[in-house]
């Protein structure tokens, strides 16, 4: 019995029987935060004995082994999401490709700093989505009382409720005519001139996404073969293959290739 007890736990390690040799120790693997597990190969009994506690040692460092690599795996993904999570949400855009929403990043885009998608979306040509309609829900109380005060037509005493209740930019846009009615602006031409200048500024604060006018499908594959690029440059993924398409796309994937990347650059896709 004391045999099979050759992997029972002590209060710091693993003890072994007298009959194991320590000094033919084969491996001690100390994981981070825990005790050491020693691995000892058994030959001081019978060969069904020795091979018995054999078998079950090396399952024991089996498990070890398999411990560490999910371990390792859980840390790579981690590392993955922390450095997505991490960066500049301005730097996350939508594109319109052909009526396909792919949303990526900016620097994903960027990878070969020297192609044609790289610079359409540079630093120095990229408004960020929005920016320029001031992002409406954003709006304080005053940049709403600022915008009601600028339409024409506007009683004054709808433009004090307004500045009364200190309606927010989110509160605007969920405005509706019963909404209206409850803050109290009761005369009928009112209601539907707010309402339609309300409708304007939802229409003009919504993102309008960059058109990319080529097949989604050749696309997306050069947007995959670019994250795992970016991804790879990071240490969080190996290295990629090249992309590759099916019969019936390979021209189309040329010409999409070709336009964002033309000359020379077009051997960083197609290798």
């Known amino acids: 019995l004391e045999v099979f007890k050759v992997v029972a736990r002590t209060e ?15 491996d001690c693997a100390q994981r981070k935060g825990n005790e050491p597990i020693i691995m000892s190969e058994a030959n001081s009994f019978s060969k069904s004995i020795n091979d018995a506690l054999n078998t079950k040692l090396k399952a024991l460092k089996d498990a070890e082994e398999e411990i560490s690599s999910l371990e390792k795996s859980f840390n790579d993904e981690e590392n993955f999401f922390n450095s997505f999570a991490s960066g500049d ?9 052909s009526g396909t929403a792919m949303t990526t990043k900016r620097s994903t885009l960027r990878v070969f700093e020297e192609s044609v998608l790289a610079r359409q979306f540079d630093d ?9 309609n001031h ?43 019963e909404g209206l009615k409850m803050l109290g602006v009761e005369r009928t031409g009112t209601l539907c001139l707010l309402l339609d200048e309300i409708k304007e500024l939802e229409k003009a604060s919504e993102d309008v996404s960059p058109l990319i006018e080529h ?22 993924a190996d290295e990629p293959v090249l992309p590759t398409v099916c019969d019936s796309q390979k021209s189309r994937f040329e010409m999409t290739v070709n336009y964002f990347f033309p000359g020379e650059s077009a051997r960083l896709i197609f290798g």
């Open 215 to 236: 097949s989604a499908y050749c696309f997306g594959k050069i947007i995959d073969y670019l994250r795992l690029k970016q991804l790879h440059s990071q240490g969080l």
């Open 89 to 97: 949400v301005k730097d996350v855009i939508t594109l319109n490709v």
């Open 124 to 132: 120095t040509t990229w408004t960020e989505q929005g920016k320029a």
């Open 135 to 177: 992002h409406v829900k954003e709006w304080t109380p005053d940049n709403v009382n600022t915008w009601i005060e600028n339409i024409v037509g506007i009683p004054d005493d709808v433009v004090g409720i307004f500045k009364e209740n200190e309606i927010m930019g989110r509160e605007l846009i969920a405005l509706g005519i």
């Open 12 to 26: 710091k390690s693993f003890s072994l029987p007298s009959g194991i040799d320590n000094a033919k120790t084969k």
